[in-house]
């Protein structure tokens, strides 16, 4: 039989016991052969599409176990207050007005990216209201946090259309209206307090929310991704998916985290899904290999970004308030209701995988897992992003059997100075993934995309550096061979959706899901991986994407 498609001349990393080549052969959906350049070349036929890599690198398609797709989507549109590239206060600023420039009057102007965890050095301050006046007067803006656990900012426009200011009775915490001296709301707005301001946004329609998705779906593949995990996966984006897919839209293999319940005493948003999914029959891996359930989404605690990861010792840098959520983070789901759900999931089938980021968040979940769960059935219930895991952590996660989706992108993208609030003596444990590895955790990497970038080079080449972006060398004892860095976007990213039998490696019937690099990030300096180029990515044996 001859192929459909043949890659020749390059180098083949397998990441696989099998010995790397020069060379693979795909038919249909499925790599045939893995093996020399005259193998492979036995296989071609008239109809065969041929790419000569030239001496370029071939790897397993990329695995990223922990995006937002239809955020990211948005926040492409968004006016981007990320740093770098602003500086200042008056970076942000500048882009804000240039968008209003080109913005009717009494439209929104939303902005996203901005980091309330790192004060502006050369101003001391925050950006507030007063800052986003002058930047946009005729319009409602508001600034979301680059961590999206953390509030907005918004201007003196948007505060009035939701009703708040100086006499607005200050909400329970952890909500926040950070006021001045003299009482004004100063701009920032955070969890329950913002939902005036939700209310008064304007709802995006379907059909936007479908363009937003598909355009994440093209920068996925402009990375090398192949699978992405959606992190928080609503009805209507299950159906948005289940169209695409339905009209061979569907580009990047997707698997779905569907947003778990929260708890009665929360309010509105505490429906039991978890009682609904495992009443209709759903499993973990229902679906197909182009879009499958993954599991079931829960929130232990905050985020680094804004100080409300929750912390067993107080924040450093700033001084907080000892009863400010910012002081030691914040916890959002009892763990006593936690451990109820992880044994109601298990017992149904149903993997359930948990936001966790501060040492003390971490413990709880650790706490629940051990509580519901056997460590001898492969259930592989796992920990999101794993902020920070001390070695009695990182035991208690090999001993209970769970696994970890590591945010390691953090480090190396645009939140990476928030580790001045976390101290010296933390980063050594900060993203862990060494330990991880040592310790025999299926590991693997994200940026929780777009809280910070998508691109797994980034996240391949801070594991194995330990380098922020602005060139601080962080718990340098973490550092991993790019080997291990690898793995952490190929056969163990694969392992946690439970399909390490079908990719994260280039062998013979494997999915012909396939990321082409400019070089071999092996064979280059470490700094310069993320440098390298994604020249084509093949999902199912289909180019889908030409760099």
Same mark, same amino acid.
């Given at each position: 039989m001859?192929?459909?498609?043949?890659?020749?001349?390059?180098?083949?990393?397998?990441?696989?016991?099998?010995?790397?080549?020069?060379?693979?052969?795909?038919?249909?959906d499925?790599?045939?052969?893995?093996?020399?350049?005259?193998e492979?070349?036995?296989?071609?036929?008239?109809?065969?599409?041929?790419?000569?890599?030239?001496?370029r690198a071939?790897?397993?398609?990329f695995?990223?176990?922990?995006?937002?797709?239809?955020?990211?989507?948005?926040?492409?549109e968004?006016?981007?207050?990320?740093?770098?590239?602003?500086?200042?206060?008056?970076?942000?600023?500048?882009?804000?007005?240039?968008?209003?420039?080109?913005?009717?009057?009494?439209?929104?102007?939303?902005?996203?990216?901005y980091?309330?965890?790192?004060?502006?050095?050369?101003?001391?301050?925050?950006?507030?209201?007063?800052?986003?006046?002058?930047?946009?007067?005729e319009?409602?803006?508001?600034?979301?946090?680059?961590?999206?656990?953390?509030?907005?900012?918004?201007?003196?426009?948007?505060?009035?259309l939701?009703?708040?200011?100086?006499?607005?009775?200050?909400?329970?915490?952890?909500?926040?209206?950070?006021?001045?001296?003299?009482?004004?709301p100063?701009g920032?707005?955070?969890?329950?307090?913002?939902?005036?301001?939700?209310?008064?946004?304007?709802?995006?329609?379907?059909e936007?929310?479908?363009?937003?998705?598909?355009?994440?779906?093209?920068?996925?593949?402009?990375?090398?991704?192949?699978?992405?995990?959606?992190?928080?996966?609503?009805?209507?984006?299950?159906?948005?998916?289940?169209?695409?897919? =339905?009209?061979?839209?569907?580009?990047? *293999?997707?698997?779905?985290?569907? /947003? &778990? #319940?929260? !708890?009665? $005493?929360?309010?509105?948003?505490?429906?039991d899904?978890?009682?609904?999914?495992?009443?209709?029959?759903?499993?973990?891996?229902?679906?197909?290999d182009?879009?499958?359930?993954?599991?079931?989404?829960?929130?232990?605690?905050?985020?680094?970004?804004?100080?409300?990861?929750?912390?067993?010792?107080?924040?450093e840098?700033?001084?907080?308030?000892?009863?400010s959520?910012?002081?030691?983070?914040?916890?959002?789901?009892?763990?006593?209701?936690?451990?109820d759900?992880?044994? =109601?999931?298990?017992?149904?089938?149903? *993997?359930?995988?948990?936001?966790? /980021? &501060? #040492?003390r !968040?971490? $413990?709880?979940?650790?706490?629940?897992?051990?509580?519901?769960?056997d460590?001898?059935?492969?259930?592989?219930?796992?920990?999101e992003?794993?902020?920070?895991?001390?070695?009695e952590?990182?035991?208690?996660?090999?001993?209970?059997?769970?696994c970890?989706?590591?945010?390691?992108?953090?480090?190396?993208?645009?939140?990476?100075?928030?580790?001045?609030?976390?101290?010296?003596?933390?980063?050594?444990?900060?993203?862990?993934?060494?330990?991880?590895?040592?310790?025999?955790?299926?590991?693997?990497?994200?940026?929780?995309?777009?809280?910070?970038?998508?691109?797994?080079?980034? !996240?391949?080449?801070?594991?194995?550096?330990?380098?922020?972006?602005?060139?601080?060398?962080?718990?340098?004892d973490?550092?991993?061979?790019?080997?291990?860095?690898?793995?952490?976007?190929?056969?163990?990213?694969?392992y946690l959706?439970?399909?390490?039998?079908?990719?994260?490696?280039?062998?013979?019937?494997?999915?012909?899901?396939?990321?082409?690099?400019?070089?071999?990030?092996?064979?280059?300096?470490?700094?310069?991986?993320?440098?390298?180029?994604?020249?084509?990515?093949?999902?199912?044996?289909?180019?889908?994407?030409?760099?």
């Amino acid at each position: 039989m001859h192929a459909d498609l043949v890659l020749l001349d390059g180098t083949v990393v397998t990441l696989s016991e099998r010995p790397d080549a020069e060379a693979l052969a795909i038919v249909g959906d499925r790599v045939r052969t893995v093996g020399s350049t005259d193998e492979v070349s036995e296989v071609i036929g008239p109809d065969t599409e041929v790419v000569d890599l030239d001496g370029r690198a071939a790897l397993p398609g990329f695995v990223d176990t922990h995006v937002h797709v239809p955020l990211a989507g948005a926040r492409m549109e968004h006016v981007n207050c990320r740093s770098p590239p602003n500086r200042s206060i008056e970076d942000v600023t500048a882009r804000i007005h240039e968008r209003a420039e080109a913005t009717p009057d009494g439209e929104w102007i939303v902005c996203s990216g901005y980091n309330l965890g790192l004060v502006w050095e050369a101003e001391d301050r925050h950006i507030d209201r007063w800052d986003l006046d002058e930047a946009a007067p005729e319009n409602p803006v508001q600034v979301t946090s680059v961590g999206g656990h953390t509030g907005s900012v918004y201007n003196s426009v948007a505060l009035a259309l939701a009703g708040i200011d100086r006499t607005t009775p200050d909400p329970e915490p952890p909500a926040v209206i950070e006021r001045d001296d003299d009482g004004r709301p100063s701009g920032l707005v955070s969890e329950a307090a913002e939902i005036p301001l939700h209310d008064v946004i304007p709802e995006e329609t379907r059909e936007e929310r479908r363009d937003r998705i598909e355009r994440a779906f093209e920068q996925l593949l402009a990375w090398g991704v192949t699978t992405a995990h959606d992190a928080l996966t609503r009805p209507e984006d299950l159906r948005i998916y289940q169209e695409l897919a =339905r009209e061979g839209r569907l580009p990047v *293999r997707l698997g779905l985290m569907l /947003q &778990g #319940d929260v !708890g009665e $005493d929360l309010g509105a948003e505490g429906m039991d899904l978890l009682s609904r999914v495992r009443d209709v029959g759903l499993e973990t891996g229902f679906g197909s290999d182009r879009l499958f359930l993954v599991g079931i989404k829960y929130f232990m605690d905050g985020a680094f970004t804004g100080r409300t990861a929750a912390m067993s010792e107080p924040y450093e840098g700033e001084a907080v308030p000892e009863g400010s959520p910012q002081y030691e983070g914040v916890l959002h789901i009892d763990p006593e209701y936690l451990a109820d759900r992880v044994e =109601r999931a298990a017992e149904a089938g149903l *993997r359930v995988c948990v936001h966790g /980021q &501060g #040492d003390r !968040g971490i $413990d709880h979940v650790l706490d629940a897992f051990e509580a519901a769960l056997d460590p001898d059935e492969d259930h592989r219930c796992r920990i999101e992003h794993g902020g920070l895991t001390y070695p009695e952590q990182v035991e208690r996660i090999a001993a209970v059997g769970a696994c970890v989706s590591s945010s390691i992108s953090f480090l190396g993208g645009d939140v990476s100075r928030n580790w001045v609030y976390w101290g010296e003596e933390r980063m050594d444990h900060t993203y862990a993934v060494r330990s991880l590895q040592e310790a025999g955790v299926p590991t693997a990497g994200n940026g929780d995309w777009p809280v910070t970038t998508g691109d797994p080079l980034v !996240g391949i080449r801070t594991a194995v550096t330990r380098e922020t972006v602005t060139g601080e060398v962080v718990g340098p004892d973490q550092r991993v061979p790019v080997e291990d860095a690898l793995r952490l976007y190929g056969p163990d990213a694969a392992y946690l959706e439970f399909s390490e039998g079908e990719k994260g490696r280039l062998e013979p019937d494997t999915l012909a899901d396939v990321t082409v690099l400019s070089d071999d990030p092996r064979a280059v300096d470490p700094v310069t991986i993320a440098d390298l180029d994604v020249e084509y990515t093949i999902v199912g044996g289909s180019i889908e994407y030409t760099g």
